[in-house]
Nanobody
Framework: QAQLVESGGGLVQAGGSLRLSCAAS??????IGWFRQAPGKEREFVAG????????QYADSVKGRFTISRDNAKNTVYLQMNSLKPEDTAMYYC?????????????WGQGTQVTVSS
């Protein structure tokens, strides 16, 4: 079972950028998804990437601002977040699997907090 560890979160002003990392144990021959959950809200899909990087998916709310990528030599998936907005504030999680529903994903990381100030 994959073990995932997120990093890179923090506090940033609106319009700023952050890059999140999801480090996986062992070989990464599986898709990875990024999800986020704000207080009082359901966990929502943000972006996903297939095991070979050929298929990318984005939520409409982040399309054009966020970019997902992966480096399988480093067993790491990245989420580059630009033009951040206060509504992007949430705990961000990476998970192993494919699709857009949280139930399609198995192993989850512990999360990294992203806070965007206005």
């Amino acid at each position: 079972q994959a073990q995932l560890v997120e990093s890179g979160g923090g506090l940033v002003q609106a319009g700023g950028s952050l890059r999140l990392s999801c480090a996986a144990s062992g070989r990464t021959f599986y898709g990875i998804g990024w999800f986020r959950q704000a207080p009082g809200k359901e966990r929502e899909f943000v972006a996903g990437i297939s095991w070979n990087g050929a298929v990318l998916q984005y939520a409409d709310s982040v399309k054009g601002r966020f970019t997902i990528s992966r480096d399988n030599a480093k067993n790491t998936v990245y989420l580059q977040m630009n033009s951040l907005k206060p509504e992007d504030t949430a705990m961000y999680y990476c998970a192993a699997g494919s699709g857009r529903a949280a139930g399609d994903f198995g192993s989850w990381g512990q999360g990294t907090q992203v806070t965007v100030s206005s």
